[in-house]
């Protein structure tokens, strides 16, 4: 496992130098790699230097920005922000030193003038340096720039002055506890100053074990792939978890990158923009969603002139697009008469035919005879014989002859009568 990852470095490291002829000779040291870590054969290393120009990418960080640092599958950047304290930032420093890793710290004013000694420390370790505020306050995305200037500028003064070469400063930059606002940056962008996200915390500065700590810093990481993680120098639970996150990260061959920015004689490393985004797409990955419309389609959008119909080539004096109706058959329309109200008066005796598509055939049936012989329903309500012989006659009007001849014999046929019922 360690071999393999050995051979990973090595590749790496020379594809770093193929990759310009100016690439080793201007990266001034080249990385640490585990073979080159004196004294310690197993170390994580560093598996190469990646050189950034602030100017040409300002925000980075998946946390809140499109874009991070370009880093390669399976590539870390390590960054510990608020120190340097000496208790806990000399332990990282030696643990991060054992193993032959290069990081970046973001300090704190405040803590560089405390403690001048730290910064020189890191800067005589190689790491990268860049600033934090003067006094941290959680307030940068509501200030005013006559407050957040001063606490810029007052952390880059302090940090710097507690350099022998103050040259050495990162023009990178952290807003604290991440309070972004686009005037803090802006400003940052003006002067040059790179503005520093990440792309995954490990909840270091809350109440948690340094256990929980280990567990997010790798979950997260696991999760991307890749990226720059966020940590705290100056917390107990931090200095006791990164033993634990640098060998699992060295298990699952994670490898450390440093980052250092781009100078006169330090030109930054070749990168494509699409490297700059976390997970770029490829022509090989189907894209599962639709891209988002660029908003300079919408721009020029705004600007473009209305074709007139004479550019789609349409005859509107002979052959209109639509119909449209004459002022003549608007007038038509306008006259035509008003129905009279006995169109929708129903004749008498309807009524039960339309009441019959509600009511039972039975109950029709009734309404129908009473209606055609209002004398027959009397004299059945009556408890009159007659009702049956009537009945008999609705459904049988041909045979009125032949009925009248029963009714005479007073022998009615059964079989009708039963007819009449199977119909009910
Ligand atoms: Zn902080």
Redesign the pocket.
């Known amino acids: 496992m360690i071999g393999s990852s050995v051979v990973l470095r090595t590749r790496s490291w020379i594809v770093l130098c193929l990759g310009g002829f100016l690439g080793c000779s201007a990266l001034g040291a080249p990385a640490a790699r585990a073979a080159d870590c004196p004294g310690h054969p197993d170390a994580l290393g560093t598996s190469r230097t990646l050189v950034v120009d602030p100017r040409e990418h300002p925000r980075i960080g998946t946390m809140q920005y499109r874009e991070t640092l370009p880093l390669k599958d399976h590539e870390v950047v390590l960054t510990f922000?608020?120190g340097p304290l000496p208790k806990y930032s000399n332990q990282v420093l030696k643990m991060l030193d054992d193993e032959c890793i290069k990081a970046t710290f973001?300090i704190?004013g405040s803590q560089a003038k405390a403690n001048p000694e730290g910064v020189r420390k890191l800067v005589a370790a190689g790491h990268t340096v860049g600033t934090?505020s003067m006094n941290?306050p959680l307030t940068f995305d509501r200030m005013p720039v006559e407050k957040f200037e001063p606490e810029i500028n007052g952390g880059i003064e302090w940090t710097s002055a507690a350099m022998t070469d103050p040259s050495k400063l990162a023009p990178f930059f952290?807003i604290?506890?991440l309070m972004r606002a686009e005037g803090v940056e802006n400003y940052l962008i003006s002067r040059g100053i790179q503005v520093w996200s990440a792309d995954f915390p490990a909840d270091d500065?809350r109440h948690v074990s340094s256990d929980r700590v280990y567990q997010l810093a790798i979950q997260r990481l696991e999760a991307k792939g890749k990226g720059i993680l966020l940590l705290?120098d100056i917390q107990a639970r931090t200095v006791a978890a990164l033993p634990k996150i640098i060998r699992d990260l060295k298990a699952r061959g994670y490898r450390i990158v440093h980052v250092v920015p781009a100078t006169a004689e330090r030109p930054a490393t070749p990168t494509t923009p699409v490297e700059w985004l976390l997970h770029p797409p490829t022509e090989t990955v189907p894209i599962a969603r639709w891209p988002r419309v660029p908003n300079f389609v919408f721009t020029q959008t705004r600007t473009l002139p209305a074709p007139s119909l004479a550019d789609l080539n349409a005859q509107t004096e002979h052959q209109p697009l639509l119909p449209r109706r004459t002022r003549g058959q608007m007038d038509i329309a306008s006259t035509l008469p008003v129905p009279g109200s006995a169109l929708f008066a129903i004749p008498e005796g309807s009524v039960e035919v339309l009441l019959s598509t509600t009511l039972s055939r039975r109950a029709a049936t009734r309404l129908a005879m009473a209606a055609e012989t209002p004398h027959a329903a009397r004299g059945k309500t009556a408890k009159g014989k007659a009702a049956k012989p009537q009945a008999r006659h609705a459904h049988a009007a041909p045979a009125a002859p032949k009925h009248a001849a029963q009714v005479k014999s007073g022998t009615p046929r059964p079989t009708r009568v039963a007819s009449l019922k199977k119909r009910a």
Do not use: E, S, T
Request: proline share 9%; charged share 25%.
């Open positions: 922000d608020d973001f704190i934090h941290h952290r604290p506890g500065w705290h």
